[in-house]
């Protein structure tokens, strides 16, 4: 088995991909209209555009037990996925000049260093860097 496919639930999905593109540095690789304004929307690693996708997923309007999950989530400070990148600090840096707000700053923890972000689309997504 591969991974081809991750699910992030996403408040809006047009802000999603402009946060994951403009921001993250994401490219958008499939974009196909679905029912009731919906999209499969994913986007790829601009280092490994043939890898693994993550699809920005319309986050459940209707059904309360997704809502309250991904609520619960954020507000507890618990990434909802992962990243990895070669240099946390960096990428750190690079993410706030542009805007993007971190609850945990470049923290080392073991052999791994991790920062934590809010997507602005309901999610905290931690980078990590093996050390």
């Keep these: 088995m591969k991974v081809k496919i991750i699910s992030i639930p996403v408040q809006d999905q047009e802000k999603a991909l402009k946060f994951y593109t403009e921001k993250l540095g994401f490219i958008k690789k499939i974009d196909i209209p679905l029912s009731e304004g919906n999209r ?52 750190y840096e690079r993410l706030t000049s542009v805007g993007v707000e971190f609850s945990v700053k470049p923290t080392e923890m073991g052999t791994a260093k991790i920062a934590v972000f809010n997507d602005t689309c309901g999610n905290n997504i931690q980078i990590v860097q093996m050390i």
Aim: proline fraction near 10%; aromatic fraction near 14%; charge should be negative.
């Design 40 to 91: 499969w929307l994913t986007v790829v690693s601009k280092e490994e555009p043939d890898g693994a996708e993550i699809l920005l997923e319309p986050s459940p309007n209707h059904f309360e037990p997704a809502k309250f999950y991904q609520k619960s989530l954020f507000d507890a400070g618990i990434p909802y996925t992962q990243f990895n990148c070669e240099n946390v600090q960096q990428e």
